[in-house]
């Protein structure tokens, strides 16, 4: 099986090394690609945002699957360009990646489909933000309806902010304060069947001790052994299934990763968002513990032929991963920084997110740099991994997160 991989992050990364496991593959293209895919992968230097430049490429490759990794290419409808095109396609139609493209559709089918998730309204004018933020209280919830790059959503105690970020978008989606542990859980369907992965936990402030702006995540961490036992039959039965079952009612059957960011309340389950597309860093630590070939799996998903009793095989191993982000990173990342002294180390992967070569120099080029996994018998050997790569790395001003999965390895060796 011939594949072509778009995108160029750590979750990228991640995926072509599973994909380069499955014995089926014969061949791995990627664009555009970095330097840690390009070790791995032939990479491809096209325009990805030209949907036509990318069929062409599939076409020219022979390519059998084309795997999206990131959300933007979908909502430009770079699946409905290649299923025109007859190549099989992971990843939702424009219309169906309006689950992660627009708040309010998500919310609209959440309702149709008896989905559990925060109440809200959704609003265009000041009079109505106001009367949406006093009709719930602090703390507020405010989100562009539009997708903004981890930038659209503010949780604040601070009425007159909550006002600010909401009248910097024509439409918002204001809504109740959800309050419990987050938990990520992804489904992979077809159109009409889904089949869950097991679930992890991103870090999505940028310190320790949940401090700081949000950004797009510092660290995950996979299996959750504080989570209930049945989170993953329970996220079938009231998210994943309704919302695809809604979906093909709708005419618009998603067919890709249908990513469920949860939050476990005192009163239950509850969505916090869709993705439309792999979480990141959460793919970091799923697919090395993923024993299930990953080429054949997205290639039945894209063409209808999964089926319910499918179960996926996990390694019992854990995983952490731990972003190293460039110094002022979120608010402004300075980039061109060297980046030495990676070492695959035993137990240990790290992959690139924004790494760039510039005259033989592995360099930094986006906020975040790279992502090192670390696997182990438990959350503390896998921590051990991960944090003992990561600290052989160099690059001036960088950071990273010294807590990702401490908690969670605490109260596991507590058990
Ligand atoms: P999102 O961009 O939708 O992933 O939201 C970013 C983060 O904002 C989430 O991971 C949560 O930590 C937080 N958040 C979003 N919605 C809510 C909510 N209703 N209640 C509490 N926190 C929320
Ligand atoms: N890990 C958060 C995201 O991928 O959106």
């Known amino acids: 099986m011939k594949i072509l991989l778009i995108g160029s992050g750590g979750r990228e990364h991640a995926l072509a090394a599973a994909l380069n496991r499955d014995p089926e593959l014969t061949e791995l293209h990627v664009t ?50 290649l299923k025109a095109a007859d190549i099989p396609c992971f990843g939702p139609s424009q219309a169906a990646a309006q689950l992660e493209g627009s708040k309010d559709f998500a919310k609209k089918v959440m309702s149709d489909a008896g989905v559990p998730t925060a109440r809200s309204f959704t609003c265009r004018t000041q009079a109505e933000i106001e009367k949406a933020l006093d009709a719930f209280g602090a703390p507020y919830v405010v989100k562009h309806d539009g997708l903004a790059a981890g930038k659209g959503v503010v949780v604040t105690e601070d009425r007159d902010l909550a006002i600010e970020h909401a009248l910097q978008s024509q439409q918002v989606v204001i809504e109740e304060f959800l309050d419990g542990p987050e938990v990520s859980l992804f489904g992979i ?11 992890a936990q991103d870090f999505k402030r940028a310190f320790d001790g949940d401090l700081g702006p949000n950004t797009g995540g510092m660290g995950a961490y996979s299996p959750l052994p504080w989570a209930p036992d049945d989170i993953i039959e329970e996220t079938l039965e009231k998210v994943l299934n309704p919302t695809v079952k809604e979906m093909a ?35 970091e630590v799923l697919l090395p513990r993923l024993n299930t070939p990953l080429a054949q799996l997205l290639f039945k998903a894209a063409t209808g032929a999964l089926t319910a009793n499918m179960k996926l095989d996990w390694s019992a191993d854990s995983a952490v991963t731990v972003v190293l982000a460039s110094k002022g990173y979120p608010a402004s990342p300075q980039v061109g920084e060297p980046i030495m002294g990676i070492h695959e180390l035993e137990g240990s992967s790290v992959f690139h997110a924004g790494t760039t070569m510039a005259g033989g120099v592995l360099q930094s080029a986006g906020g975040r740099v790279l992502a090192v996994t670390g696997m182990g018998s438990d959350l503390t050997e896998a921590r051990d991994k991960a944090y003992r790569a990561i600290s052989r790395i160099t690059l001036r001003g960088s950071h990273f997160r010294s807590d990702i999965a401490l908690n969670a390895a605490i109260a596991e060796k507590g058990n």
Do not use: W
């Open 249 to 283: 009612a709708r005419g618009t059957p998603f067919v890709g990763l249908l990513y469920a960011g949860l939050a476990l309340t005192s009163k239950g389950t509850r969505v916090i968002e869709f993705n439309a597309r792999f979480g990141d860093p959460e793919t």
């Open 32 to 81: 555009p690609g970095n330097p840690g895919i390009a070790a791995i992968a032939t990479c491809h230097t096209i325009n990805v945002d030209e949907n036509a430049a990318v069929v062409a490429l599939a076409q020219k490759l022979n390519i059998d699957l084309v795997v999206v990794g990131p959300e933007k290419p979908l909502v430009n409808g770079l699946a409905d360009a």
């Open 189 to 199: 369907s077809d159109g009409t069947t889904v089949i869950a992965m097991q679930p």
